[in-house]
């Protein structure tokens, strides 16, 4: 079993920056992909960046170049730094792991998620 807790979350005002945190733990060891998904008022869930075990990332098209995902094997955690921050960011943003179920699927462990906030 893997808990996921986010952190980070809250008020900032358009152009600013927020930066999001997940710390994982219990059975960490099986997770391989890590990532943020949003969800905003109306809208429906959305992947926001994905970065697997070897670094590789994923970002939705809206966020290039302003959201940068990282994550710490070691300390079972990920990040996300989010800068020039819209209205449109608004939303709850939820921690998501995949790990090795069993020999030929997986599964997914979710965070409770965390509001943020982009408005003046």
């Known amino acids: 079993q893997v808990q996921l807790v986010e952190s980070g979350g809250g008020l900032v005002q358009p152009g600013g920056s927020l930066r999001l945190s997940c710390a994982a733990s219990?059975?960490?060891?099986?997770?391989?992909?890590m990532g943020w998904f949003r969800q905003a008022p109306g809208k429906q869930r959305e992947l926001v960046a994905t970065?697997?075990?070897?670094?590789?990332?994923n970002y939705v098209d809206s966020v290039k170049g302003r959201f940068h995902i990282s994550r710490d094997n070691a300390k079972n955690t990920v990040s996300l730094k989010m800068i020039s921050m819209r209205p449109e960011d608004t939303a709850v943003y939820y921690c998501?792991?995949?790990?090795?179920?069993?020999?030929?699927?997986?599964?997914?462990?979710w965070g409770q998620g965390t509001q943020v906030t982009v408005s003046s």
């Open positions: 998501n792991a995949r790990y090795v179920r069993d020999a030929n699927s997986w599964g997914y462990y």
């Open positions: 219990g059975s960490t060891s099986s997770i391989n992909v």
């Open positions: 970065i697997s075990s070897d670094g590789s990332t």
